[in-house]
């Protein structure tokens, strides 16, 4: 990272400062417009934030892509501060985004095997991770929905047990703990009227004071975008929902410290270009969309951020970051 003119910092720098009086917004990434609108967002809103890679992305785009593209984008925001993150990486694939010397941060998802292999697999990972100065995060329970290659129908969900969260966090080291409470993948959360468990969230928190949490499958689904991307030719169900606004900032005094935001974007992005190409059926500058988008996805994100607490904070966590960077 030394050629790089901009320094992302580990998650663990930035949760040390949010814990407990806002979250940062992770957003998943697999181009340009989305990088780009995603940086001018933050600036807009003057927030820290956490850049996420998925192991699906990498594939589309090519890792070494992505990864010049992010840095780039980084050196026309010199004031920015994020953490790079890989999401829901397998074993191998954190490795090599822990050697690759770009990624801050990792997060092994094994929650999928028993909890003896996930803590092992887990701690590997650790393990190397450590010597590099990589924070990571793991999953325990089980979220339903569907995400790139995540499939997991919601009979088969489970919520994160607090005594289980304790003793995993303390056999493997990790960084952070993404928790099942209720959230689920993709555009149709809380099903069967399901919602939220607050309290489940705080039983873990008592098990693990102070401890970073994170709530995977946190996109809102707002109503507009659904309306408008059927109106335009999509066939989102009725049924599409997701996580409510006001919901956010109750999650944060109960240890919730990173919010990952992945639907919302493909709303956005899906609503655009259908709109456009409607609209413009003879088109093909797809810049023309492309731009749009952009501008469209950063609106969000700046909205996002207020609702998570980050918006203004970014003077505020220069300063604290500011003995571990200098």
């Not at 989305?34 to 956490?50: K, R, W, Y």
């Not at 890679?53 to 890792?63: C, D, E, Q, T, V």
């Not at 793991?138 to 047990?161: F, P, Q, S, W």
């Not at 493909?266 to 731009?291: C, I, K, N, S, T």
């Amino acid at each position: 990272m030394d050629k790089d003119k901009h320094v992302f910092v580990p998650s663990s720098q930035l949760f040390k400062a949010a814990y407990g009086r806002f979250a940062l917004g992770a957003y998943s990434v697999n181009n340009m417009e989305q990088i780009l609108g995603l940086m001018q967002g933050n600036a807009q809103a003057q927030a820290p934030f956490i850049l996420a890679i998925s192991r699906k992305a990498r594939a589309y785009a090519g890792p070494h892509t992505l990864d010049s593209i992010v840095r780039l984008a980084a050196d026309a925001y010199p004031e920015a501060i994020l953490a790079v993150h890989l999401d829901h990486g397998d074993e191998v694939t954190c490795y090599n985004a822990i050697e690759s010397g770009f990624y801050t941060s990792v997060m092994i998802d094994a929650s999928h095997y028993p909890f003896e292999e996930n803590v092992a697999i887990t701690r590997r990972i650790v393990e190397r991770a450590r010597e590099l100065g990589v924070s990571v995060e793991a999953e325990l329970g089980t979220l339903g929905g569907v995400e790139d290659d995540i499939r997991v129908d919601e009979n088969h969900a489970h919520l994160t047990d607090p005594a289980q969260a304790a003793e995993f966090v303390a056999r493997t080291g990790i960084t952070s703990l993404a928790v099942a409470i209720g959230t689920s993948h993709g555009p149709y959360k809380f099903a069967a009227n399901q919602g939220l468990h607050l309290e489940r969230l705080a039983a873990i928190q008592d098990r693990l004071p102070g401890f970073p949490l994170v709530l995977h499958g946190a996109s809102c689904v707002p109503e507009e975008e659904v309306v408008r991307i059927n109106a335009a030719g999509g066939a989102l169900a009725e049924t599409a929902q997701g996580l409510s606004e006001a919901d956010i900032p109750r999650t944060v005094p109960l240890g919730i410290t990173k919010i990952n935001i992945d639907t919302d974007c493909r709303l956005v992005w899906m609503r655009v270009h259908r709109e456009f190409f409607r609209d413009h059926p003879a088109g093909l500058d797809f810049r023309e969309p492309g731009q749009t988008f952009m501008q469209a996805y950063a609106e969000l994100v700046a909205r996002r951020s207020t609702v998570l607490g980050s918006a203004g904070q970014l003077a505020a966590v220069r300063a604290a970051l500011a003995p571990a960077t200098e």
